[in-house]
């Protein structure tokens, strides 16, 4: 938090920790005083930045000021990098980006290796689905993200990644006890869903693409990319899973298709904020590098 002053490092670390008591904790001081700066600093600016509740979430104003400051925590942290007489005694660079679970349980996490064993960046990554992480971007959370949505979000770039590919498996005891001639509207109504969290969709999207039928079939929530094929293969329910941590369980026989001939293709983009960075570069190309051997082409074949 060092070059901020007391204010802005009292609003950043509110909106880090989710909890004026958090950020007390953070830089050491009392959640008063958190208090304090943090009113002193609406004040001045004469706006409402933080919501006063759990977690501590950002107003629109301060979801602008976020970004700026975000931004600005990154850029100062280069200058004083070049400064440094050696490179021991610049401060670490951390970057903030939000990650999908299954692209960190399978592609994302080796990417970050060189970045940091050759730059000394850190990372701190936030997971959330592909499908909403763009809102991490909007809101001033982080500076770059992988998403689904390929429509920039304003002052951004975007750049595709490639295809993760999702087959619909489960135990071959379970597909023989639910699934004996292929999934339909009755038998995905009836089977149990292994589902990651409430944003998780592509369940939902895969029961569209075999039936219309308005279904509630019984669900399990785990939020955990590991666990969600694990639980496939004990037998709690048919999930989604990406194909890229399947190629083990499907040679074990711990798990199979439900639906040989079908899938989801889900297109990833990385957007980051269209900023002067070094740092930020230099994960954008780690990222990009990593999808390309990671994740299907946009026109791969089955």
Not at 6 to 11: D, K, S
Not at 89 to 108: E, K, M, Q
Not at 140 to 158: E, H, K, N, Y
Not at 236 to 264: H, N, T, V
Request: proline share 7%; hydrophobic share 45%.
């Amino acid at each position: 938090m060092r070059m901020l002053n007391p204010q802005l490092a009292a609003f950043v670390a509110v909106l880090d920790e989710g909890s004026f008591d958090g950020a007390a904790r953070r830089l050491a001081l009392t959640p008063s005083a958190i208090s304090q700066r943090i009113k002193a600093l609406e004040d001045r600016l004469g706006q409402v930045l933080v919501l006063r509740q759990s977690p501590s979430r950002a107003t629109p104003a301060g979801e602008r000021l976020l970004r700026g400051v975000q931004q600005m925590r990154l850029l100062e942290a280069e200058i004083l990098g070049d400064f440094a007489v050696e490179t021991a005694r610049a401060a670490p660079v951390t970057v903030s980006i939000a990650v999908n679970a299954d692209s960190l349980a399978t592609w994302v996490l080796g990417a970050l290796v060189e970045p940091h064993q050759h730059d000394g960046l850190l990372f701190d990554v936030r997971v959330e689905d592909q499908d909403h992480s763009a809102n991490l971007l909007r809101d001033g959370s982080v500076l770059g993200a992988i998403t689904a949505d390929a429509r920039p979000v304003q002052g951004c770039t975007v750049k595709k990644l490639g295809v993760m590919r999702y087959l619909p498996i489960a135990s071959p005891s379970f597909v023989a006890r639910h699934f004996p001639q292929g999934p339909d509207a009755a038998s995905l109504g009836a089977a149990p869903m292994l589902v990651f969290n409430r944003k998780d969709a592509l369940q939902w999207r895969f029961i569209r693409s075999v039936t219309h039928a308005r279904l509630a079939p019984p669900m399990h929530y785990l939020p955990s990319s590991t666990a969600f094929v694990e639980g496939a293969a004990l037998g709690l329910g048919w999930a989604m899973a990406p194909e890229a941590m399947l190629e083990q369980p499907f040679a074990q026989g711990m798990l199979q298709p439900i639906a040989p001939r079908r899938w989801l293709d889900v297109p990833l983009y990385w957007q980051h904020w269209s900023i002067r960075s070094t740092a930020l570069a230099k994960v954008t190309d780690a990222l990009l590098r990593a999808a390309r051997q990671g994740l299907r082409s946009a026109h791969s074949s089955p």
